[in-house]
């Protein structure tokens, strides 16, 4: 008869395999970070008294403790086999999602060369119940960067319908935006308030535009309702006209409700004097496109406004796609000044980025008297 190959185990040996056998699998899994799915029963409190005394040392409990017999050598190592196995599938488990987590990390493609880093707003944080201002931004938003529109060539305005389904307004709008502001009704508008504040901002090249993202705090009321100021930016030349007339520039202020509805104010520009706010956002243009860069000091917009603050008002469009109808327009009539110096920083960047005219189609334009 064969018998079964044993190891061959001194006492001391089987005494410490016994109590490895013993240990709970919870501080076996331990380096492992593994936790088992049910805490493992008590052992049973016979095995527990199970250490045989060892030649040498120190002699066992007293006999009173009625310690039962060792187990064989090879039923120990069965055992013993069993509880390395349990334990090693159970840290196998634990390693498995982390495992996952670097695989999915290796197989993630590197950015392509060239393409834009995420922009990141510094400086602005936005108060409890309020979205960040991107979020809210409608003029120039990003989703409108990724089609590749422009203001000439094969991306130019008379293309921009083309280049995606949802840019379709730009040609089939009845309500768009610029137009030659002409023969508005006068009449007794009520004035514009202005809530504008000093406010913290970032500028941003979104690759149209030169962007000022600003701050929480600035606001207008007008109409019955009061509009957020969300961001402004520019336009050279200007996009709207006064009776034919095109200015050097505008600034578009734009401004959202808590329903989302739209006002834009437009600041007409003309070469004159240095601008003070105007500098203050060239001071921070950021060095690449698509990047936004925190403005040092803080801005008031109340600088940009002229002390004549009658204005011109019709409803419209975005001047940029999607072109999306429904926005609020308040053009300011006395256009503000530029020095021949800061027009030429904005020329250098954008020497032209203005939407054509646009057909008024009957639209009624009223003006301040």
């Known amino acids: 008869m064969t018998r079964r190959p044993i190891l061959n185990l001194k006492p001391l040996h089987c005494a410490a395999l016994v109590s490895t056998l013993l240990v709970s699998p919870w501080a076996m899994a331990a380096d492992g970070h593994a936790a088992p799915a049910a805490k493992p029963a008590a052992a049973k409190p016979a095995a527990a008294a199970v250490e045989p005394a060892a030649a040498g040392h120190a002699a066992a409990a007293p006999a009173a403790a009625a310690a039962p017999a060792a187990l064989p050598s090879d039923e120990l190592q069965r055992r013993l086999q069993e509880r390395i196995a349990t334990v090693r599938a159970a840290q196998a488990q634990a390693h498995a999602p982390r495992a996952a987590t670097h ?61 995606r389904p949802d840019f379709s307004t730009c040609a089939s709008g009845t309500r768009q935006s610029p137009i030659d502001i002409r023969g508005g009704l006068k009449v007794e508008l009520e004035p514009i308030k202005f809530n504008y504040r000093p406010t913290g901002f970032n500028v941003l090249d979104n690759g149209h535009t030169v962007q000022a993202n600003l701050g929480y705090g600035n606001n207008i009321e007008v109409a019955g309702r009061r509009y957020d100021l969300v961001q402004f ?29 739209l006002a834009v104010v437009a ?33 008031d917009m109340n600088l940009l406004l002229p002390e004549d603050r009658r204005y011109y008002t019709y409803m419209g469009s975005l001047t940029t796609p999607p072109c999306s109808e429904g926005v609020l327009w308040l053009v300011l009539k ?9 027009l030429a920083v904005f020329a250098r960047l954008y020497p032209m ?14 003006e301040s008297n």
């Open 267 to 299: 600041v007409l520009m003309d070469q004159g004097k240095q601008h003070p706010m105007v500098q203050l956002v060239w001071n921070s243009l950021p060095l690449e496109k698509n990047e936004e860069l925190q403005s040092p000091a803080p801005i």
């Open 334 to 342: 006395q256009p503000a000044q530029m020095s021949p110096d800061q």
């Open 353 to 366: 980025n203005a939407r054509p005219i646009q057909q008024a189609s009957g639209r009624l334009v009223k």
């Open 233 to 261: 930016h520019f336009h050279r030349p200007s996009e709207e006209r006064i009776n034919g007339r095109q200015y050097d520039m505008v600034a578009h202020l734009v401004h959202k409700d808590p329903e989302g509805r």
């Open 103 to 163: 695989a999915r990390r290796a197989a993630s493609p590197a950015p392509e060369h060239g393409a834009a880093a995420p922009t990141v707003r510094m400086g602005i944080v936005a108060p409890a119940g309020h979205a960040p201002a991107e979020a809210a931004a409608p003029a120039h938003a990003p989703a409108a960067h990724a089609a590749h529109w422009s203001y000439a060539g094969e991306g130019g305005p008379a293309e921009w319908a083309k280049l």
